[in-house]
């Protein structure tokens, strides 16, 4: 891939949300359309999900999978599909940990990571995942 198109609006809401939920990991899926003459992702919204892990292990992530079930029917046959989901790194950088390279079976999923302390957001990175559990590769966001 060779860039991701967020709008401003989605950004800013994930700082938030990763704001509000320090010192535990937000997350959420990420909804948009890809571009295959440009190869180009454009996410055009975002879904919060509840982190199914967050009391038990803070500093971990679990998207709700019946929220994803629900978005994928809601989506089915239209123009938009799920191209990744994002969470954050309270106290830690904007890059995929060895957790989250372990967690990266899905290779057409966008990764959006957001470092967040206790003064809010600061950096906000997208990955994509290399074949074979290859590591990741960063995407400029556009």
């Known amino acids: 891939m060779t860039g991701v198109t967020i709008p401003p609006e989605c950004l800013r809401t994930i700082g938030d949300l990763a704001e509000r939920?320090?010192?535990?990991e937000c997350c959420g899926l990420l909804v948009g359309c890809r571009d295959v003459d440009s190869d180009e992702v454009r996410i055009t919204r975002i879904v919060?999900?509840?982190?199914?892990?967050?009391?038990?292990?803070?500093?971990?992530?679990?998207?709700?999978?019946?929220l994803r079930f629900r978005?994928?029917?809601?989506?089915?046959?239209?123009?938009?599909?799920?191209?990744?989901?994002?969470?954050?790194?309270?106290d830690g950088p904007a890059v995929p940990s060895?957790?989250?390279?372990?967690?990266?079976f899905?290779?057409?999923?966008?990764?959006?990571?957001?470092?967040?302390?206790?003064?809010?957001a600061t950096e906000t990175a997208a990955y994509?995942?290399?074949?074979?559990?290859?590591?990741?590769?960063?995407?400029?966001?556009?």
Do not use: C, Q
Request: hydrophobic letters at 40%.
């Open 48 to 66: 919060p999900s509840i982190n199914l892990l967050a009391e038990e292990t803070p500093r971990r992530f679990e998207v709700d999978p019946a």
């Open 106 to 120: 899905e290779p057409d999923l966008l990764w959006v990571i957001v470092s967040a302390g206790a003064g809010g």
């Open 98 to 104: 060895a957790r989250d390279a372990e967690m990266a």
């Open 71 to 90: 978005l994928m029917r809601e989506l089915r046959g239209g123009p938009e599909e799920i191209v990744g989901h994002y969470h954050s790194h309270p």
């Open 128 to 142: 994509f995942p290399l074949p074979e559990g290859g590591g990741f590769s960063r995407a400029p966001l556009l």
């Open 21 to 24: 939920a320090y010192p535990a």
